[in-house]
């Protein structure tokens, strides 16, 4: 419990149990901290976090001291990790689930312990129950938000009193993975369109403590991704038979070099996938085991008599929501065989071991044979159609095919690439996409995997504070997301709502355009965005855009971080309108630019992205990679960012 003012204490006081700790007294600390006397990293790391957020609310920074030193200190205690102190308090870290942790308030006790791991605890792998529990008391006693990477993104209301209010829970994460995969790793052959060194590693850092603080990592290692994507080089001359049937009569790639499809009915490859998974195995193993069988990176394209005398009937709207330049053109839907070819692994592999597969292209709706999964069969959710915004009818559809492989009894995580969409322009989504998650949530969702966080915090911070918030809240709105959002920027909070509903107004009413004119510029949602952002933003667009943001900085008035927050969005609009304004320069759709075109647009550009590159507004290395899919660039820009111009 957060005390503003003596009215609101006096308030507080009488409704709550006496128990409540105060661990800040108006403006002094009256608690410390204390660890193990040799707390592990993630520890370490979580007490720093708890002291650093508590100072940025109340200005008092708390002490942390071993509990060997602490002996003496008078209570009141918070209690940061594995420690003698909370073995004695009865609770025993070994028996807590993978990163779960225990909230206990009372007492003049603060326990905050989780089941932690011994690696950095920036890394997704290493579990951070403890840590976890620090942001769970942050974010519900003091209120503090992540809104985006960076100090400016964290939102601390300001106390002079902090008060931590009774609790005894054990917590355990509901998604056992929750994965934002963080798009750091874009390379461009025109890097100087991108981040200097020192930008790069300055965004990385604050977006991986970013990704931590919503609770980013998973509980156990699990291994998936396309599967046999070197066995056509490592076993095609003596095993042709385990490789797709081409309607030639040849096995193997169509050309060399050539992506290849599996021949999924074969049993001596279903007995040979589980065969090379146990000779990995570790005997002593003790984690999950998890066997990858996720078809390559291609449509299932085996055309022998056995795959297809697996599969079901099409349903009657199997290729509904694909355009004709889709590769799903025309293709047969093989969804049963691969149910098959899974459960056959499945059946094959030890007690308790899970099978992964993705439901993709021309498998990517529910098998119609009648088959049973189970438990034991986990799918990624992975459609190669369906980027935001939909029609309402698509919309439906995508999520009746979640419904309908969760009603084969195999357990299923998200795995789409829906996130890579829109460049760096002002492109919301976060209604639709949160329908989308709860429908999940609501029905079975076991872990997410999505591909990729772009970063482009500035023009899409609704959208990407949506899809982190709702890992930590799976049951919050859409509307109590974003509420919390705007919430940060003061008394512009309403002049801000206004202005990020024009956009996600804006895109949705785009969506036919968008689909269209991608297709006729050939650009790419994920590859070429950049292609077609002239088309999809013009100048006139960001007009009432920009009104809307001076009217929230006139609000904001003399609140100097609401103020900044606006000043934030603002870098980043002026940013996106210029991208667009590039783009109708240098689009490979069109361009007949010329080289000193080329460059003075460019050069516009870079000078922008150098003024700003600290200011976290977005992912330019992940632009770089995008523009040089998109535009007719010319060889300066082959040089590093740090050595332009
Ligand atoms: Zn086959």
Not at 62 to 91: H, M, N, Q
Not at 286 to 305: K, S, W
Not at 470 to 499: N, T, W
Not at 603 to 620: M, T, V
Request: aromatic share 12%.
């Amino acid at each position: 419990m957060l005390l503003r003012c003596f009215v609101l204490f006096l308030v507080a006081s009488t409704l709550c149990v006496q128990a409540d700790i105060t661990l800040v007294s108006e403006g002094r600390p009256s608690a410390i901290i204390v660890t193990a006397d040799h707390p592990s990293r993630v520890v370490r790391y979580a007490a720093e976090e708890l002291v650093h957020h508590l100072e940025k609310s109340c200005g008092a920074r708390l002490e942390v001291r071993t509990e060997s030193e602490a002996k003496l200190t008078a209570p009141p205690r918070i209690y940061i990790g594995a420690s003698r102190a909370v073995r004695e308090a009865g609770i025993d870290v070994e028996k807590l689930a993978a990163e779960a942790f225990v909230l206990r308030i009372k007492d003049d006790e603060v326990f905050i312990v989780g089941k932690d791991g011994g690696g950095d605890p920036l890394d997704a792998d290493t579990c951070a129950g403890t840590l976890w529990g620090v942001y769970e008391w942050l974010d519900r006693d003091v209120g503090v938000r992540w809104l985006w990477p960076g100090e400016l993104g964290t939102y601390v209301p300001k106390f002079k009193t902090v008060v931590a209010r009774t609790c005894d829970e054990t917590t355990a994460l509901v998604l056992f993975q929750r994965r934002l995969r963080a798009g750091l790793g874009f390379e461009s052959d025109h890097p100087a369109l991108g981040f200097t060194t020192a930008a790069f590693k300055q965004f990385s850092n604050e977006q991986s403590v970013y990704l931590r603080r919503h609770r980013m990592g998973r509980s156990y290692p699990v291994s998936y991704g396309h599967a046999f994507t070197d066995w056509w080089e490592k076993d095609g001359k003596v095993h042709p038979e385990w490789f797709q049937l081409l309607e030639s009569g040849k096995r193997g790639p169509n050309k060399k070099n050539g992506r290849f499809s599996m021949c999924v009915s074969n049993p001596d490859l279903q007995r040979e996938v589980v065969s090379r998974w146990s000779a990995k195995r570790p005997p002593d193993a003790r984690a999950p085991g998890f066997i990858n069988a996720c078809e390559n990176d291609i449509l299932g394209l085996c055309t022998c008599d056995n795959c297809r005398a697996l599969d079901g009937a099409a349903p009657g709207d199997y290729l509904k929501f694909y355009t004709p330049a889709s590769k799903m053109a025309g293709s047969r839907f093989v969804s049963d065989r691969y149910a098959r070819f899974w459960l056959g692994i499945q059946q094959q592999a030890p007690a308790g071991t899970t099978v992964v597969g993705y439901a993709y292209f021309n498998y990517f709706q529910a098998p119609t044979s009648g088959i049973k999964l189970n438990s034991n069969i986990l799918i990624g959710y992975c459609p190669s159609s369906g980027w935001f915004p939909r029609s309402a009818e698509e919309h439906a559809w995508m999520k009746q095919q979640w419904t309908d492989w969760r009603d084969t009894g195999a357990r299923l995580f998200m795995r789409t690439n829906h996130l890579l969409d829109g460049y760096c322009m002002p492109f919301i989504f976060a209604h639709q996409f949160a329908d989308e998650f709860h429908h999940a949530v609501e029905q079975g969702m076991v872990a997410t995997d999505y591909d990729s966080l772009t970063g482009h915090w500035a023009t899409q911070g609704p959208n990407l504070y949506t899809v982190a918030r709702l890992h930590v809240r799976p049951e919050a709105a859409a509307d109590e997301v974003l509420a919390e959002y705007y919430a940060a920027f003061g008394a512009a909070s309403p002049a801000v709502k206004s202005y990020f509903e024009y956009w996600e107004n804006y895109t949705t009413f785009s969506r036919e355009k968008i689909n269209q004119t991608m297709e006729n510029l050939q650009a790419s949602r994920w590859r070429s965005w950049a292609k077609a952002a002239h088309v999809l933003y013009p100048a006139e667009c960001f007009t009432p855009a920009e009104k809307m943001l001076e009217q929230a900085m006139l609000a904001a008035g003399d609140d100097a971080e609401a103020a900044a927050r606006v000043k934030f969005l603002q870098l980043g609009l002026q940013h996106a309108k210029l991208c667009a304004h590039v783009s109708a320069r240098l689009t490979l759709a069109t361009s007949t630019a010329t080289k000193d075109e080329i460059k003075r647009a460019v050069d516009e550009l870079i000078a922008f992205r150098r003024a700003n590159e600290h200011s976290g507004i977005g992912n330019f290395n992940h632009l770089a990679w995008v523009e040089d899919l998109s535009w007719k660039l010319s060889e300066e820009t082959r040089q590093p960012p740090d050595l332009y111009p």
